[in-house]
């Protein structure tokens, strides 16, 4: 396993995992079959994102050292970690863990919003210290709210 800054070639497998798991664990929430299903496409997605002149420098991914695979990435925004996603087939296998360890330790990331209804990723949140600090806010275009958690 190697943990390194994504690279142009990473945009499309990056960009696979985030549709896959957005439709896995948010279409059951929002149920948005327009959204889920039509928007949120792999290519529009990889496009979008190698245009933004900093994705490169904050975003990293977890690779497979044996058969060279992005199986998950991180992206950060100063102390916050504003993404942290894993391959769906792959999870509960300790990637997210590693990647939020990383987080934490090598881009200083200290705190994090989740999806109040997306449980899982909260519980998997409080398992690695980060825990609500009681802040709340909408999720922008939506009616559901997202969590502030911090580290502790």
Known sequence: MSI???????????AEIVVFNNRLNFFPIFGD?????????????????????????????????VHGIVLGFIRVHGDELVKLYV?????????GAQLLTYAAENCKC??????????????FYR??????????????GTTEYL?????Q
Not at 110 to 123: G, I, M, P, Q, V
Not at 127 to 140: N, S
Not at 147 to 151: K, Q, Y
Request: proline share 8%; charged share 25%.
């Open 87 to 95: 391959e769906p087939c792959y999870q509960s296998k300790g990637i």
């Open 110 to 123: 200290s705190h994090l919003w989740a999806l109040e209804k997306n449980t899982r990723a909260l519980d």
């Open 4 to 14: 390194r800054p994504a690279n142009p070639g990473d945009l499309s497998r990056i």
């Open 33 to 65: 079959p327009g959204y889920s299903f039509g928007e949120m496409q792999v290519l529009p997605l990889a496009e979008s994102w190698g245009s933004e002149p900093d994705f490169f420098s904050t975003t990293y991914v977890y690779e497979d050292d």
């Open 127 to 140: 398992r690695h210290g980060f825990l609500p600090t009681g802040e709340k806010i909408f999720e922008e």
């Open 147 to 151: 969590v502030h958690l911090a580290r």
